[in-house]
């Protein structure tokens, strides 16, 4: 029996590693030809990010997979090498994961039996690490952790600047509309990926969006139900071949959230979950970036406090001296919100520091939920059936609420064209009326956008097993895989 190994490169970003991870055990279940090998650059984003690699590489993983944590380039840290310390991290890593490529390839050279590399799939914004393979004659796929539409819109927005020489550094504060092939609305130009704003980011994102053509796939965790406008439009011939797989979430009762059992109050939330009725509750939860100064916490009270719902908040609290640094726990609530609050709403509220995200969005009892609309928190919502208030914070949020809202109509706004600013004090104020329209609409009980997306969460449910659109899309893949190495 011919076997195989499958090597990933996550970027060292939360969302990014659980990803790649789950991709790597869709794989090694799916065929038991396949192994597959993790690797983990450091230093990553933040510390929690760190801690779940620690708790990852110790855990119980399935059989013929592996995670490998590569050395910490202790020169290298986000803070210290701005927007293109990314980039100065894959470059340092290079070399680590050429040593065990160059490993697997005289082991299977000297044992026929030992599996040789049939491929690497990278992150879309690790695929600077494509020498390594290439200097192999090994295959490369990427592996876009945003949606089919990010996608579409990146090979898009270097079309414009490449062959049109549009600065896009000026669409920031456009009020124009851009056509874009991966939506079928016109697009507001404000609304797309941060990055294409400064010049700094925008030449990495330009590069990772040139390299993404060379690839030989890209693998979207998405699924074709779901964003079907966008996954053809990238069928024009020009594209790698497209594997839609999602939607990857972690699913409760296979292992949990790894981070859960770090935290006191995990218990402590879901006990108080189970004691409130079905769909009565509205979460909010801003991703592990996600945090706001005092001026917004307090809107956010008032319009929690006059909506009437029951409610769940993750309030956490924003790095200091303006330096982008992940939010850590409050010690005391009662510091940052409005007094009283606490006492007010004991009855029909919790706060929350740091939430199992993926746990909460399951239970029964919640029926709306407050977001930044990072992609994963995009597919857990919609795999568990659970109507957005959009609330986008930075990266490519503000495109994927757009299409959560007017392309899709799985969504509702709070406030589409928000853009966090992590170096300033320009934060726009959101005000407690616009939150509280928009919690009463996504709590409505019978309203539109909560039956379609009941309905796109029975649709996703079925995508993964056999017969399923992305199981499909998972085999193609795998073949192709295999195919490499014959």
């Not at 490449?162 to 991966?182: H, M, R």
């Not at 218990?267 to 996600?290: A, H, K, N, R, Y």
């Amino acid at each position: 029996m011919k076997r195989a190994e499958v090597v990933l490169v996550p970027i060292p970003a939360m969302g990014h590693i659980v990803a790649l991870v789950e991709v790597a055990k869709l794989l090694v279940q799916r065929d038991d030809r396949l192994s597959t090998t993790v690797f983990i650059m450091h230093p990553t984003l933040d510390p929690s990010t760190t801690k779940y690699t620690q708790i990852l590489a110790a855990s119980t993983l399935p059989d013929r997979m592996q995670v490998i944590n590569l050395p910490n380039l202790e020169s290298i840290k986000p803070e210290t090498k701005g927007r293109n310390w990314l980039t100065s991290l894959v470059k340092g890593q290079k070399s680590h994961v050429r040593e065990y490529v160059s490993r697997i390839r005289n082991q299977s050279e000297l044992n026929q039996d030992s599996p040789r590399i049939a491929g690497f799939i990278f992150d879309t914004f690790a695929t600077g690490m494509k020498d390594v393979p290439n200097e192999f004659g090994v295959p490369w796929y990427v592996f876009s952790a945003s949606g089919a539409a990010f996608i579409g819109s990146m090979l898009h927005l270097t079309a414009l600047h490449d062959e049109q020489g549009v600065d896009l550094t000026e669409l920031k504060n456009s009020e124009d509309e851009l056509g874009i092939p991966c939506f079928a609305h016109p697009i507001p130009a404000k609304l797309l990926p941060s990055m294409v704003f400064e010049k700094e980011s925008q030449t990495t994102f330009l590069e990772h969006a040139r390299i993404l053509t060379e690839a030989r796939g890209i693998l979207i965790n998405t699924f074709i139900e779901f964003e079907s406008y966008a996954i053809n439009s990238l069928s024009d011939g020009k594209t790698p071949p497209v594997y839609p797989i999602g939607p990857i979430v972690k699913h409760v009762g296979d292992g949990g959230d790894l981070l859960s059992g770090e935290f006191n109050n995990y218990t402590d939330i879901m006990e108080w979950l189970d004691d409130q009725p079905p769909l009565s509750v509205m979460f909010l939860c801003f991703g592990s970036w996600g945090s706001f100064k005092e001026k917004q916490v307090r809107e956010i009270a008032i319009a929690l406090e006059h909506s009437g719902h029951r409610f769940l908040w993750s309030l956490r609290k924003p790095s200091q001296n303006g330096k982008a640094k992940s939010p850590s726990d409050y010690e005391n609530f009662q510091s940052i919100l409005p007094e009283g609050f606490l006492d007010r709403t004991a009855m029909n509220g919790k706060i929350i520091g740091w939430a199992p995200q993926v746990e909460i969005l399951a239970h029964s009892a919640v029926g709306g939920f407050a977001s930044h609309c990072g992609w994963n928190s995009t597919l857990e919502s919609v795999r568990f059936g659970v109507p957005v208030a959009t609330w986008p914070l930075y990266a490519e949020q503000q495109l994927n609420a757009f299409q959560m809202v007017i392309e899709l109509g799985l969504a509702v706004e709070i406030k589409m064209d928000y853009r966090k600013d992590f170096y300033g004090d320009n934060e726009i104020i959101v005000s407690s009326e616009d939150i509280l329209k928009a919690i009463k609409s996504v709590m409505e009980e019978d309203s539109e956008v909560r039956k379609k997306v009941k309905e796109m969460s029975r649709i996703s449910e079925k995508t993964l097993v056999a017969g399923g659109s992305s199981f499909s899309s998972l085999g193609h893949l795998v073949e192709d895989m295999m195919d490499n190495i014959s």
